[in-house]
C-alpha cells in the first residue's frame, strides 16, 4: 500500500520537475529548433477546463470538449446529451478583436456507445491590407475554422477507442493575390481510454486512468494551390494517466499528467556560405542539408521520422556551432504538462496545472488557474493563464480570461 501511494506521488512530481530546468553546464546560445506547422489554431486548447489545467486532458474525466484531447472518453459521459460554448481571446494585450470561440456537443446513444461533434472557429479580427506602396487595398476579415464528428465506444469493461473526422479551412490571405488560395485539409483522430476503480487506498475510493490519443492526422496544407511544396498540419501524440481520489462523499481530488509531442518533422540545419552566410542550394534548387533530414516528405513518413530526424546542434549568433546530442533534442520534443482538480459535492471547483516547453522547442512555460460552478443542467467554467516566462507578451493568453457555458441534460 506504501509503494503505491509513493507511486502516485512520484507520478505528479516526476512531470513537475522534468525538464523544468535547463540541464546545468548545457549551453543554450543557439537559435531555437522551433517546429512549425500550418494551421496552427486547432492545437490550441479550446476549453477553460483543460485550459486550467496545463492544457491537461487525455486521461482526465470526459466532458462535451473531450475532441480535442482524446476522444475516447465520449463514452464514459454521465449525461445523455451535453453541449458547450467556449471563448478564448487572443493577443488580448496587443489587439481586442482575435479570438477563438469553441462550439461542442455530444449525445450518449447507450451504455457502451456515444457520438461527439465540435466546431472551432478562429478570428483574426479586422486586418489593414496594403500592397507594396503601402496603397490600402481594403479591409478584411481573415478566418479559419474547423468542424469534425466522432464515435466512441467501449472496447471491453473499462477499454473504451475511438475514431474522428475533421475538415480544416483556413483562409488567411483572402483572395489578395492570384495565387493565394485558402488552405484546406481533411484529417482524423484515433483514441483509447482506459478507466477503472482501485482499491489503493484503504480509507477512500479511488479511479485510475490512463489515456492514449493521434490527434489531425490529416492532408498538408498549400496555401497557393502549389503541389510542390505544401506544410503539415499539427500531428500531436498525446498519453498520459490520472488518479482521481474520492475524500469522502462530498470532496473529490484528480491528479493527472499529459505528454504531448508533434509528429511533425523536424527543420533540417540547412548548410551556408562560410563568407555570405547566404544558404547553399543543390542542383535541383533544394536547400542543401548539413544536418538532420529533410522534412518535405509524405505524412506518414513525416510521423515515423519525427521520432529520430533531430539534428542535434545548431549555431549561436556568432556563427559557432553549439552541440547538444541527437538524443537529448528528441526529448525536448515532448511537452509536459501537470494538472490537479478539486470539486465540493459536485457543485463547485478549483482547478490548476503547469505547462512546460523546453528553451530549444519555443519556451512556453505557463502556471494555469481556474474555477468552476454547476448548477442543476448548467455549468460555467473560467480559467486565467499566467506565464512564467521572463520574457513580457510570450503567450497570447498571458493574463486573460477564458470562459465556458455548458449545458447537461438526462443523467
Not at 543557439?30 to 485550459?51: K, L, Q, W, Y
Not at 465540435?118 to 478584411?140: A, P, W
Not at 473529490?252 to 562560410?274: E, G, H
Not at 497570447?396 to 480570461?401: A, C, G, R, Y
Request: charged share 20%.
Amino acid at each position: 500500500m506504501k509503494v503505491k501511494k509513493l507511486l502516485v506521488a512520484a507520478l505528479v512530481l516526476m512531470a513537475a520537475n522534468t525538464y523544468g530546468q535547463n540541464y546545468i553546464g548545457q549551453d543554450y546560445s543557439a537559435s531555437p529548433n522551433v517546429i512549425t506547422t500550418a494551421v496552427p489554431f486547432v492545437s490550441i486548447s479550446p476549453d477553460a477546463r483543460g485550459g486550467s489545467m496545463g492544457d491537461c486532458g487525455v486521461s482526465s474525466e470526459a466532458d462535451m470538449y473531450s475532441m480535442h484531447y482524446n476522444p475516447a472518453k465520449y463514452v464514459y459521459l454521465k449525461d445523455k446529451l451535453s453541449f458547450g460554448l467556449g471563448y478564448s481571446p487572443w493577443l488580448r494585450n496587443l489587439v481586442s478583436d482575435m479570438n477563438l470561440a469553441y462550439l461542442a456537443g455530444a449525445y450518449k446513444i447507450n451504455e457502451r456507445s456515444a457520438v461527439a461533434g465540435s466546431l472551432r472557429y478562429f478570428s483574426c479580427g479586422e486586418i489593414d491590407f496594403r500592397d507594396v506602396n503601402n496603397n490600402e487595398l481594403g479591409k478584411y476579415s481573415p478566418n479559419e475554422w474547423a468542424i469534425d464528428a466522432t464515435y466512441s465506444r467501449m472496447l471491453g469493461d473499462y477499454l473504451a477507442g475511438a475514431v474522428s473526422g475533421r475538415f480544416i479551412y483556413s483562409h488567411l490571405t483572402q483572395g489578395q493575390t492570384e495565387y493565394s488560395k485558402p488552405g484546406i485539409s481533411v484529417a482524423a483522430d484515433v483514441g483509447v481510454y482506459y478507466k477503472r476503480p482501485v482499491e489503493w487506498f484503504s480509507s477512500m475510493d479511488a479511479d485510475f486512468a490512463w489515456g492514449v490519443s493521434i490527434t489531425n492526422i490529416g492532408s498538408k496544407v498549400s496555401y497557393n494551390g502549389s503541389s510542390e511544396r505544401k506544410d503539415f498540419v499539427p500531428t500531436t501524440l498525446r498519453l498520459g494517466p490520472s488518479l482521481k481520489l474520492d475524500l469522502d462523499e462530498y470532496n473529490s481530488l484528480a491528479f493527472m499528467v499529459d505528454f504531448s509531442k508533434l509528429l511533425v518533422p523536424t527543420p533540417p540545419v540547412i548548410a551556408r556560405d562560410s563568407i555570405t552566410g547566404q544558404p547553399l542550394l543543390n542542383d535541383d534548387g533544394s536547400y542543401k542539408i548539413e544536418g538532420g533530414m529533410d522534412n518535405n516528405v509524405s505524412v506518414v513518413e513525416g510521423m515515423i521520422q519525427s521520432f529520430y530526424d533531430a539534428p542535434g546542434y545548431g549555431y549561436n549568433i556568432y556563427g559557432e556551432r553549439v552541440n547538444y546530442g541527437k538524443a537529448y533534442e528528441e526529448l525536448c520534443e515532448i511537452n509536459i504538462g501537470v494538472g490537479a482538480e478539486y470539486w465540493y459535492n459536485n457543485v463547485f471547483a478549483v482547478r490548476a496545472g503547469y505547462f512546460n516547453e523546453t528553451a530549444l522547442k519555443g519556451n512556453r512555460k505557463y502556471v494555469t488557474l481556474g474555477a468552476a460552478l454547476k448548477y442543476n443542467a448548467f455549468g460555467l467554467d473560467v480559467s486565467y493563464l499566467v506565464p512564467v516566462n521572463t520574457v513580457a507578451g510570450s503567450n497570447p493568453l498571458e493574463n486573460t480570461l477564458r470562459f465556458n457555458l455548458n449545458f447537461c441534460f438526462g443523467k
